[in-house]
């Protein structure tokens, strides 16, 4: 018996003032960590609200040059944009 294993989908929900230009800089930055794929944003100004949607796609194989991704560095990453990080769920695959 095989076990299926998959990328898999997060959200992280978030609050705080976050202008266009830094939601760039920070998509870029996600981008920049390797470990994540398909990092979308979603942010509503008038509430100050946002979602940070990303997949953490299967490792075929792990090097050791590779770090092994943590959660850390988003909640960190959205820390360093004065942001408040909130609710972190796993999505439901469709």
Do not use: C, W
């Amino acid at each position: 018996m095989g076990l299926s294993v998959s990328a898999q989908d997060y959200s992280y929900h978030f609050s705080g003032n976050f202008s266009e230009s830094a939601q760039a800089e920070f998509i870029k930055r996600m981008e920049d960590f390797h470990f994540y794929t398909d990092v979308k944003l979603r942010y509503k100004n008038d509430s100050q609200k946002g979602e940070l949607l990303f997949t953490i796609p299967v490792q075929s194989a792990k090097t050791e040059e590779e770090a092994p991704y943590s959660i850390l560095d988003v909640k960190q990453l959205l820390l360093s944009y004065d942001l408040l990080p909130d609710t972190f769920v796993e999505r439901a695959k469709h």
